[in-house]
T-cell receptor, first 114, second 112 residues
Framework: AQSVSQHNHHVILSEAASLELGCNYS??????LFWYVQYPGQHLQLLLK??????LVKGIKGFEAEFIKSKFSFNLRKPSVQWSDTAEYFC????????????FGTGTRLKVLA | KAGVTQTPRYLIKTRGQQVTLSCSPI?????VSWYQQTPGQGLQFLFE???????NKGNFPGRFSGRQFSNSRSEMNVSTLELGDSALYLC???????????FGNGTRLTVT
């Protein structure tokens, strides 16, 4: 069955530390890949997306993600986190076939200490 | 362009009752999906409707049902509420099939 795994459920970092959140999926066909973020008290919003082309994509607020097709991975990175990055981060895969199903990972809660 | 609108924002119900949640997608979006979000389980997919037909379905019991109207607005119904149904219910819409989801603010359901 198709699935998305996020390896870290809770991450605590100090400001200015580097961030990398892992995301792996299991599906052999074509996919679009997304990272969504949910800030405290706010709705889920798109952080960045990969459809095709350059596997390194840049999103809002200095975030970037790299698609490694051979590893079925789409890890999220940020060189230097800020207190305002405290949020829950969700990796998602959109299967490009059939009913275009969306699959979300379980989420990673990031807390950045000032 | 208005975003995804969910009503009501908050609901308090008693075990055994039923509840209906409403979602208005972004204008022009024909796909509406519903998710249940809880601290312990994360984001759980309920179902997706496209042009009034259920296109995808998650692994929830039959107490959870939905429908979509010709104007793409969607409703979700939960019958015979249980304490474990307390959660934030999120609605999301998308335009074309491979586009990002746009989420509403959710309906916070508390079952007592």
């Amino acid at each position: 069955a198709q699935s998305v795994s996020q390896h870290n459920h809770h991450v605590i970092l100090s400001e200015a530390a580097s961030l990398e959140l892992g995301c792996n999926y299991s599906y052999g066909g074509t996919v679009n890949l997304f990272w969504y973020v949910q800030y405290p008290g706010q709705h889920l919003q798109l952080l960045l997306k990969y459809f095709s082309g350059d596997p390194l994509v840049k999103g809002i607020k200095g975030f970037e993600a790299e698609f490694i097709k051979s590893k079925f991975s789409f890890n999220l990175r940020k060189p230097s986190v800020q207190w305002s990055d405290t949020a829950e981060y969700f990796c998602a895969v959109n299967l490009i076939s059939g009913t275009y199903k969306y699959i979300f990972g379980t989420g990673t809660r990031l807390k950045v200490l000032a | 362009k208005a975003g995804v609108t969910q009503t009501p924002r908050y609901l308090i119900k008693t075990r055994g009752q039923q509840v209906t949640l409403s979602c208005s997608p972004i204008s022009g979006h024909r796909s509406v999906s519903w998710y249940q979000q809880t601290p312990g389980q994360g984001l759980q997919f309920l179902f997706e409707y496209f042009s009034e037909t259920q296109r995808n379905k998650g692994n929830f019991p039959g107490r959870f049902s939905g429908r979509q109207f010709s104007n793409s607005r969607s409703e979700m119904n939960v019958s015979t509420l249980e304490l474990g149904d307390s959660a934030l219910y999120l609605c999301a819409s998308r335009g074309v099939d491979d586009s990002p989801l746009h989420f509403g603010n959710g309906t916070r359901l508390t079952v007592t």
